[in-house]
């Protein structure tokens, strides 16, 4: 029998994830209440400190160890998940699902020109993967990218676009009726990459500010993540004075069906640190601290 909090094996439970049984609180009726991720954005924006990770990317490129700034993004995104579970968690069928595994979708082009095509790479992390694993794929799903490998979610889209507009509305509307009430179809598992725990946009890497984005209503993403560039910025020190640091600011989208704002704010707090920290990225060790309500609990 499953209890507050908990998430059962078994009936109710989908290919990737497990159901969570909740209280019958107002939260619980979130899900009746706000229908679409849309209805129930939240919008986060936070300015960091990027000088220390700059630092440290340095240091590992003396060693001949090189990271790149999006690589400790994502790390750092991956790293909060694990250690604050709800935020890996999804709305569908006005049920709430955990995750089994931490999948992380993002954009990547072939190359730095207005014609070249963007692809969307996802990675899977399996619970407790080293740092180094985690950057090499990555690596290896950015340099897939751009040699333009044939990836099965670009057959698939090419598939769909050859169909009359009238089937392919029919079609989705099919799958999206099965997705509700009952799985997610076999021919779209770890293929679809908005099947996802977070996207992130590395905006800055095209030299432009992070926006607030949407949330998409197909697949199961509640969490979008948006980088803005690195920008020496001014800012006033304890004392008065007025000095500049190299800054990055980070805007986040999130369904908050999934856990409350303080939740949400906490878990900022904690990617913060870890930016602000990189090194602790390279270990093992969870910088916070876990509670039994945060923690996985299986009966």
């Not at 209280?23 to 919008?43: G, T």
């Not at 924006?45 to 994502?74: H, R």
């Not at 690596?139 to 698939?156: F, H, P, R, V, Y």
């Not at 069906?257 to 707090?269: N, P, T, V």
Request: aromatic share 12%; with cysteine.
């Amino acid at each position: 029998m499953c209890s507050k909090g908990d998430y059962c094996m078994g009936f109710g439970d989908r290919y990737d994830a497990n159901r969570v049984y909740s209280a019958y609180d107002f939260n619980a009726l979130y899900p009746y209440l706000m229908k679409r991720r849309n209805d129930s954005i939240v919008l986060f924006s936070e300015i960091m400190n990027a000088e220390p990770l700059l630092e440290y990317l340095q240091k590992k490129k003396e060693e001949g160890k090189p990271v790149t700034f999006f690589q400790m993004l994502m790390l750092a995104m991956i790293r909060v998940m694990r250690e604050r579970p709800s935020l890996n968690r999804y709305v569908i069928g006005r049920r709430i699902y955990q995750r089994k595994a931490i999948d992380v979708s993002f954009v990547a082009k072939r190359d730095m020109s207005d014609e070249a095509e963007e692809t969307v790479v996802n990675i899977r992390v399996k619970d407790g993967e080293p740092f180094e694993n985690i950057v090499g794929k990555i690596t290896g799903g950015i340099q897939s990218a751009k040699e333009g490998a044939a990836k099965e979610d670009d057959k698939l889209i090419s598939i769909f676009m050859r169909l009359p507009r009238c089937v392919l509305r029919t079609f989705l509307r099919m799958i999206e009726w099965y997705d509700f009430y009952f799985d997610t179809p076999k021919f779209l598992r770890d293929v679809d990459p908005l099947r996802c725990s977070a996207f992130i946009a590395n905006l800055g890497s095209v030299g432009i500010e992070a926006p607030y984005h949407h949330l998409y209503e197909w697949g199961t993403c509640s969490l979008f993540v948006a980088v803005g560039r690195v920008k020496p910025t001014p800012y006033v020190t304890e004392d008065g004075a007025v000095a500049a640091q190299k800054m990055v600011e980070i805007k986040m989208s999130l369904d908050e069906r999934i856990a409350d704002g303080f939740y949400f704010a906490r878990s900022l707090d904690l990617f913060k640190h870890y930016i602000q920290n990189p090194q602790l990225l390279e270990s093992g060790d969870d910088a916070g601290v876990k509670t039994q309500s945060e923690s996985t609990v299986r009966v």
